[in-house]
């Protein structure tokens, strides 16, 4: 209960912030923070933790608002034994060349939608690295380093109903349940089942490959929140098509043959 007191605290904490987001770009309104593509421990202390002490996070673009660049700085407290990467657009892409086989990368890149994209990433770098992955607009909840067991090789998020999400994802190298989540994703692309993100390579695959396993989860609640520093403003502010859900009712998520 405690816990779960404190953790509700960092979602007020961010809420207000908001306000000083809103009055700042009110008067520096082109005013943008970098997001460093690579930065190391702010503590350097040995760990013997099976899943590596690396935080992954991308975005459209490394250079964000006052309230996505204040979320960033949370997580790097809340976190201060892990390292930080972060991939643009671009650099998403030439890993997926560099590190995936030639089906894996056409799947990848017949997603015309950056969201979808990121959702694919998201498996396939935690799969080639280990580490955790953050939605660009999460923030946790707790700090990191007493939330992951130091034996423990994969952690997934439930989210209100039980559902399993994927802003936030914990896994050691070469998890054979990302390998299981990454299957279902090119099955979806190559038969085009669903022209939702949420179900074509999001959340929904992770409650249809993993909602009935028997995998280490823990309720968002005690863990990790989204939204609380940012808003889609201040996320999509530069981005020209907006968030995704606004786009797939009226385009394709997948390139047209």
Known sequence: MIRRILARLTKVLGNCTKPLSVAFHAVCPR???RI????GALLQLPSNHR???VIWQTNYTDRVTLAVYLNYLFNRLMAPTYAYRF???AERAAFVQRH???EISDCYNQLQFGAAQADMWRILVLREYGGVYLDIDAHLAWPLGQSI???CTELYLRHRGGELSNYFIASEAHNPNLSLLLQQIVANIRARSSNNVFNLTGPGVFQTVLGEKDV???NYAQMCFQGSFTNEYFQYVDHPQGKWCHLQDGASVIKQS
């Open 100 to 102: 995936c086989s030639a």
């Open 51 to 53: 899943i590596p002490k």
């Open 216 to 218: 280490p989860t823990v």
């Open 36 to 39: 460093p593509q690579s930065s």
């Open 87 to 89: 991939m643009a657009t």
């Open 149 to 151: 067991d130091v034996n």
């Open 31 to 33: 005013a943008r923070f």
